[in-house]
């Protein structure tokens, strides 16, 4: 015969129950997010990869610290330069 109240827990096993399940449940969602955002990063914010001229110009050009003449001007030197002499 079974006696199945034998392992009753009691206010305080309860409490670490809890504690215990929140915990592992809030470290596996947490890692659950960090491994998303981690896959979904952009290729320009990815650790130890430079941004190309282009981007960078693109980004001074979206801030306002050029106009579109100058955008276009440097721009245009860029992608002739790219074609004439190609870097190492």
Known sequence: ????TDHSLTGWGWVAMTVGMAL???LLIT??????RALNRPAD?????????EWLL???????EIDEDEYRRRLATL???GRTAPMP
Do not use: K, N
């Open 45 to 53: 914010q990815v650790p130890g990869r430079r941004p190309s001229p």
């Open 31 to 36: 890692l659950v997010v960090v491994l998303v």
């Open 58 to 64: 693109a980004e001074r050009f979206a801030r306002g």
């Open 1 to 4: 015969m079974m006696f199945w």
């Open 24 to 26: 592992f449940w809030g």
């Open 79 to 81: 992608t002739d330069a």
